[in-house]
């Protein structure tokens, strides 16, 4: 099957592409991509709202979904729909084999072994996972988690929770001015008491990209186990698990193409082999008896207790499919060409401040204006068309230490256009007056 978008003829581009020449060493196949073509194929943004078109720059809060993911999940009701294996009849192989099936995908997607991978509600629940089942068996008063300060809340919540019942302390790492971490501090930090490293691959607010493989390799160097929340990594760049070295590396399906409800935690083999189940009941089990001696499954169905999203994992297979073909060296490309697009335009906005200026960050901008506030404005961009999202992006401390109540964010992914980011700078442009 040919990728999506993908023509061997040549390059197509939506009107007002910018395309740019491979360079030396570059892969030259985003070059074959028709970028439009791609976009039709996602139905939600073709509509309009409030009768203008849509501008959806809200993808880091969840992407939009391609026709062949939303055909995947109504296929499987249609004529695939039974739990998975609790039943020898063929509707029950049928749902097993896709089930299972998308796991596979998932693990090759990240290279990673398909029994290493734990099927999760998404990334929340893959952080609370080894929360539960690894550090609050493990960690004990005078041990220390290590955070940093740009950490969505549920790279957060979950270690103080654990901190609470077991008398660790929290620790957290600064940032530079530019919004990257500060690394001699983070090194600094990775004393002896600290057993456990959290860190976001990529920040919601910041768009930095943490250079996590040398983080996780000093903190392996010294003992430490490291948890990377992979949430706005996968679904703009290309991922491999074994190449960065970490111990637990979480994901979700909803920012990647994939329906809600969709996730998954890798971890090392070790580690799924020594944690104790976290939730109990069906599947998760070989053999229950009253009597106590009851026998858990093997990782990873040791931890996917009860019916799982069946049909959303359904879904999340088609979404890796989709993001394969596309490759995602194509995907980060076209990402990081539509963000020098917009940055170049948010530079000639009077009193326009950007938050998060780190090299080879990703398409994430969050942004202000001088004198208006930031749900006022995202509220007037709506009238416009234009979906932003406004707040403290479940990033409080972040936003303290950048010494705003809240912003704006604009969030790209590879199905937005040229001719769009045009369009919200002119909304933007007109709203701003309004609201001067």
Known sequence: MSAPGQHA?????????????AGPGEDARAATIDWAAVRADFPLLQRKVHGKPLVYFDSANTSQKPATVIEAVDDF????????SRAVHQLGSEATEAYEGARGRLARFINARPDDLVLTSGTTFAI??????????????????????????????????VAERTGARIDVVDLLPDGSLDIDMLH???TGAVKLLAVGHVSNVLGTVNPVADICREARRRGITTVVDGSQALPHRPVDVAA??????ALTGHKM???????????????LEAMPPFIGG?????????????????????????????????????????????????????EQELLAHLVEEFAKIEGLRIFGTAPGKAAVVSFAIEGVHSHDLATLLDLEGMAVRSGQHCAHPLLQWLGVSATCRASLAFYNTHDEIEAFIAALRKVRTLLA
């Not at 003829?9 to 020449?21: D, Q």
């Not at 009701?77 to 998975?84: D, F, L």
């Not at 193409?257 to 580690?271: D, Q, V, Y």
Request: glycine share 12%; net charge positive.
């Open 188 to 190: 600094a930090k990775m």
């Open 282 to 334: 069906g599947e998760m089990i070989k053999e229950v008896r009253l009597d106590g001696g009851t026998v858990f499954n093997d990782p990873p169905r040791k931890f996917e207790a009860g019916t799982p999203n069946i049909a959303g994992f359904v879904g999340m297979g088609a979404a890796v499919d989709y993001l394969s073909a596309l490759d995602m060296h194509n995907v980060e490309a076209r």
């Open 77 to 84: 009701y249609r004529r695939h729909n039974a739990n998975v």
């Open 128 to 161: 609370n996972l080894v929360a539960y089942s690894w550090a609050l068996p493990r960690l004990k008063a005078g041990d220390a988690i290590l955070l940093t300060r740009m950490e969505h809340h549920a790279n957060i919540v979950p270690w103080q929770l």
């Open 257 to 271: 193409c994939a329906p809600t409800g969709t996730g998954a935690l890798w971890a090392r083999r070790e580690h």
């Open 9 to 21: 003829g040549g390059a197509g581009t939506s009107a007002g592409a910018r395309p740019t020449a």
């Open 244 to 249: 960065i070295g970490c111990d637990f590396y």
